[in-house]
C-alpha cells in the first residue's frame, strides 16, 4: 500500500521556469523525503525534513511541510533539462514498521 | 565510495522459471531493502532486513518469493516459480542510520520480464 500522492501526476514546464509537486500523506511522520529518478535509474535521495521542521532548501530545491495538512510541496527553481525525471516523496512513520512508505510519484519534464 | 551493486541489470524468463537477483549494499550500511516497483508506480517495500536478520517481510509473497542475507552484507532475492505478474523492477537499497527513517541509497535495480 502506498501513502502518498504525489500531484500533479505529470507536469512539463520550460526550462528556466519554477516547478511545484505536492505530497499529501495519511499518517503521522517522522520524516518526509524526496527522491529523484531518472529514466531506467535508481532512486536519488534529495532532501529530508523532519516532523518539526516547516521547511528546507537545498540547492534549487525548497521543500515544504505542513503537518496539520499532512502535505509537502517540493519546489525546483530555475529548472534545466537535466531534470527531468520522477519525483517522489516517501513518509517515514512514527510508529509501527520503520519504513519508508512512497507515494506514486509525479513525472518531470523539462523542454529546452 | 562505490554505490549499490545489483545485477543482472535486466532478466526475461518465461513463466514457472525461477530467478534470482543479487544485491551488494554500500560499505558498512548494516540495513538493506528489497522493493518492487510497478511500472508508473513507486517502489514497494518487500523486505528489510537488520545485519542478516529479516526484521520486516510482512509484504514479502512467502509462497513463491525468498531471500537471504548471508553475513549480513550481500544478498539474494528468489522468485520461484515466476508468474506473469511478476515483471517489474526489483530495488535493492541499503541505509547505514536509524533504519528505514533516514536516508536510503538505490541500486540501478533489476528489470524482470516474465513471458
Redesign the interface.
Known amino acids: ?2 501513502q ?1 500522492e504525489e500531484d500533479p501526476q505529470a507536469l512539463s514546464i520550460q526550462e528556466g521556469e519554477n516547478a511545484t509537486m505536492n505530497c499529501s500523506y495519511k499518517t503521522s511522520i ?2 518526509l ?1 524526496w ?1 529523484r529518478q531518472n529514466s ?6 534529495l532532501i ?1 525534513i523532519r516532523s518539526n521542521e516547516r521547511e528546507k532548501h537545498s540547492g534549487r530545491l525548497r521543500v515544504t511541510l505542513d503537518t496539520s495538512k499532512k502535505s509537502s510541496s517540493l519546489l525546483i527553481t530555475a529548472s534545466r533539462a537535466a531534470d527531468t525525471a520522477s519525483y ?1 516523496c ?1 513518509t ?1 512513520p512514527i510508529q509501527g ?9 509525479t513525472r518531470l519534464t523539462i523542454n529546452p | 565510495e562505490a554505490g ?1 551493486v545489483q545485477s543482472p541489470r535486466y532478466k526475461i524468463i518465461e513463466k514457472k522459471q525461477p530467478v534470482a537477483f543479487w544485491c551488494n549494499p554500500i560499505s558498512g550500511h548494516n540495513t538493506l ?1 528489497w522493493y518492487l516497483q510497478n511500472l ?6 518487500l523486505i ?1 532486513y537488520e545485519n542478516e536478520e529479516a526484521v ?1 517481510d ?1 509484504q514479502l509473497p512467502k509462497d513463491r518469493f525468498s531471500a537471504e542475507r548471508l553475513k549480513g552484507v550481500d544478498s539474494t532475492l528468489k522468485i520461484q516459480p515466476a508468474e506473469l505478474g511478476d515483471s517489474a523492477v526489483y ?1 535493492c ?1 541499503s541505509s547505514g542510520g ?12 533489476t528489470r524482470l520480464t516474465v513471458l
Open positions: 500500500s502506498q502518498g517522522n520524516n523525503q527522491y531506467g535509474r535508481g532512486l536519488v535521495h529530508l517522489f516517501a517515514g514498521a520503520q519504513k519508508l512508505v512512497f507515494g506514486q510519484g | 549499490v531493502y508508473g508506480q513507486g517502489p514497494e517495500l528489510r520486516d510482512s530495488l537499497a536509524l533504519a528505514g527513517t533516514g536516508e536510503q541509497f538505490f541500486g540501478p535495480g
